[in-house]
């Protein structure tokens, strides 16, 4: 509010000119609030709450929404650590609303839960309400109730207040699917009895063919298949990409992906390649049946999602007609997309024209791809790459919801939805990545996008 302002700078430097604006900012308090009533933060928090509660209201897409107040939310020192309101929309769906006072931000504050405390999480992402969660949790299970039983209030508070444990698990079930600032696709189901030792072969598989390279190094493409399917299959049991097995195994497979065009375009008899904790001499492959248009796409996409700016500098130095002398059989809109993504990276002329170019070349009537493929798999990235470039955050955030919704749909099908490759979307992840470097919040949340992946949390951890 204007008069806090002109308060605190008079305070801090009594001049003329800041009292008379003092005096103006106390006469429009008083004619707007009504004199003699105190000038304090609740104020601005109250307006705050009944503007938010005012804007639901509004909203058609909540319309029928009833905020939840029996019992009350749970009154917290200074409102911290807690909801400012929860409401339940006409499906039974919970949302989240968070209140500003004027000129308030969504601020940020450190995590409790999962991530670790040692990360910060702003007001609106879904990190935010796991944190949110655990504070109440914790509040839950450490103030002792005046009486038992599952409506029991707190002796420490004057008012009827109510915490966590009156609200699980459907309350607590619902925060985590739904708020008003965060979409959540989930991922189509997928068996999960086996999955420690399906890791386990996986693993030993991998670690094979990795140990043959420098004796075989035409094994790269095997190689790279093996190490993303142990990647991908790590996200069964850890989706958000949290534990460091997990990132090995992504540090891995990007490693082998890059070295696949080492090997095929280096001049040199050999090539020294950093691949699973150690550099090794691969012998130069030229071009092999695995080098195509869909190697090279998959290997950006994980240098990307690994920041592994100088790797993908050398994949965007990759000649395009190498690619088109060995992969003719391939439509035309995939070197098209090479060559926007390569323009984009080293900063080349004609960005726009071909990006064009390649989402045109999706059209169904010009592909000679399955058309489910194109249109679910491998157009998506390109339409979320467009709204990076045009730098729109709600066009990017409904981009990436419907290339997560269509990856989900195609993976759904019965005779694809046990296999490993559906688990992640590598081409929304590593574009989702870019969002996020960009500076674009993330307004989506999905096991098909290990959000620790897309933060970059564990970059740095070890030399790559």
Same mark, same amino acid.
């Given at each position: 509010?204007?008069?806090?302002?002109?308060?605190?700078?008079?305070?801090?430097?009594?001049?003329? %000119?800041?009292?008379?604006?003092?005096?103006?900012?106390? %006469?429009?308090?008083?004619?707007?609030?009504?004199?003699?009533?105190?000038?304090?933060?609740?104020?601005?928090?109250? &307006?705050?709450?009944?503007?938010?509660?005012?804007?639901?209201?509004?909203?058609?897409?909540?319309?029928?929404?009833?905020?939840?107040?029996?019992?009350?939310?749970?009154?917290?020192?200074?409102?911290?650590?807690?909801?400012?309101? &929860?409401?339940?929309?006409?499906?039974?769906?919970? @949302?989240? $609303?968070?209140?500003?006072?004027?000129?308030?931000?969504?601020?940020?504050?450190?995590?409790?839960?999962?991530?670790?405390?040692?990360?910060?999480?702003?007001? #609106?992402?879904?990190?935010? $309400?796991?944190?949110? &969660?655990?504070?109440?949790?914790?509040?839950?299970?450490?103030?002792?109730?005046?009486?038992?039983?599952?409506?029991?209030?707190?002796?420490?508070?004057?008012?009827?207040?109510? !915490?966590?444990?009156?609200?699980?698990?459907?309350?607590?079930?619902?925060?985590?699917?739904?708020?008003?600032?965060?979409?959540?696709?989930?991922?189509?189901?997928?068996?999960?009895?086996?999955?420690?030792?399906?890791?386990?072969?996986?693993?030993?598989?991998?670690?094979?063919?990795?140990?043959?390279?420098?004796?075989?190094?035409?094994?790269?493409? %095997?190689?790279?298949?093996?190490?993303?399917? &142990?990647?991908?299959?790590?996200?069964?049991?850890?989706?958000?990409?949290?534990?460091?097995?997990?990132?090995?195994?992504?540090? =891995?497979?990007?490693?082998? #992906?890059?070295?696949?065009?080492? *090997?095929? /375009?280096? /001049?040199?008899?050999?090539?020294?390649?950093?691949?699973?904790?150690?550099?090794?001499?691969?012998?130069? /492959?030229?071009?092999?049946?695995?080098?195509?248009?869909?190697?090279?796409?998959?290997?950006?996409?994980?240098?990307? @999602?690994?920041? !592994?700016?100088?790797?993908?500098?050398?994949?965007?130095?990759?000649?395009?007609?190498?690619?088109?002398?060995?992969?003719?059989?391939?439509?035309?809109?995939?070197?098209?997309?090479?060559?926007?993504?390569?323009?984009?990276?080293? #900063?080349?002329?004609?960005?726009?024209?071909?990006?064009?170019? *390649?989402?045109?070349?999706?059209?169904?009537?010009?592909?000679?791809?399955?058309?489910?493929?194109?249109?679910?798999?491998?157009?998506?990235?390109?339409?979320?790459?467009?709204?990076?470039?045009?730098?729109?955050?709600?066009?990017?955030?409904? *981009?990436?919801?419907?290339?997560?919704?269509?990856?989900?749909?195609?993976?759904?099908? %019965?005779?694809?939805?046990?296999?490993?490759?559906?688990?992640?979307?590598?081409?929304?992840?590593?574009?989702?990545?870019?969002?996020?470097?960009?500076?674009?919040?993330?307004?989506?949340?999905?096991?098909?996008?290990?959000? $620790?992946? $897309?933060?970059? =949390?564990?970059? #740095?951890?070890?030399?790559?």
């Amino acid at each position: 509010m204007e008069l806090n302002k002109w308060e605190k700078a008079f305070g801090d430097n009594p001049s003329l %000119e800041n009292a008379q604006k003092l005096e103006h900012a106390q %006469e429009e308090y008083n004619t707007t609030v009504g004199e003699g009533v105190s000038n304090n933060s609740k104020l601005g928090e109250d &307006l705050g709450e009944e503007a938010a509660r005012r804007h639901m209201l509004q909203q058609k897409e909540f319309e029928g929404a009833k905020e939840v107040d029996d019992p009350p939310l749970p009154e917290t020192p200074n409102g911290l650590k807690r909801f400012d309101q &929860l409401w339940r929309d006409k499906d039974g769906n919970l @949302v989240i $609303v968070e209140a500003k006072s004027p000129n308030g931000v969504l601020e940020w504050r450190q995590s409790n839960g999962r991530p670790d405390g040692t990360v910060m999480v702003k007001q #609106g992402s879904i990190e935010y $309400v796991r944190t949110i &969660l655990a504070d109440m949790r914790e509040r839950a299970f450490t103030r002792m109730p005046s009486r038992p039983g599952p409506c029991a209030t707190y002796s420490s508070r004057p008012t009827r207040t109510f !915490e966590v444990l009156q609200y699980s698990p459907s309350i607590l079930t619902g925060l985590l699917r739904r708020n008003a600032l965060v979409s959540i696709i989930p991922r189509h189901p997928f068996p999960t009895g086996n999955a420690e030792a399906g890791l386990a072969v996986l693993q030993q598989s991998a670690e094979g063919w990795i140990g043959r390279l420098e004796g075989r190094s035409t094994a790269l493409g %095997e190689a790279l298949d093996t190490a993303l399917t &142990l990647a991908k299959a790590h996200c069964l049991m850890d989706p958000r990409g949290a534990t460091f097995p997990t990132w090995d195994a992504w540090v =891995n497979a990007m490693q082998v #992906g890059s070295a696949v065009f080492a *090997a095929a /375009t280096t /001049t040199e008899g050999q090539v020294q390649c950093r691949i699973a904790h150690e550099d090794r001499m691969l012998q130069a /492959t030229g071009l092999q049946p695995y080098v195509t248009p869909g190697s090279w796409l998959t290997a950006f996409y994980l240098a990307v @999602v690994c920041r !592994e700016r100088d790797r993908i500098t050398a994949l965007c130095q990759v000649p395009l007609s190498l690619l088109r002398e060995n992969s003719p059989g391939f439509d035309e809109f995939e070197f098209a997309w090479i060559d926007t993504l390569q323009t984009y990276w080293l #900063g080349g002329d004609g960005l726009g024209q071909k990006l064009v170019a *390649a989402i045109d070349g999706t059209d169904p009537q010009a592909v000679r791809s399955g058309q489910e493929v194109v249109g679910k798999l491998l157009y998506p990235p390109m339409e979320m790459f467009h709204q990076i470039v045009r730098g729109d955050n709600d066009g990017f955030n409904r *981009a990436l919801a419907a290339a997560l919704q269509w990856h989900r749909e195609y993976w759904s099908e %019965e005779e694809r939805a046990v296999l490993v490759s559906g688990l992640v979307a590598l081409g929304p992840l590593a574009m989702t990545c870019l969002a996020h470097d960009a500076g674009i919040p993330i307004d989506v949340e999905s096991d098909y996008l290990p959000t $620790v992946l $897309v933060t970059r =949390n564990w970059c #740095g951890e070890f030399p790559t």
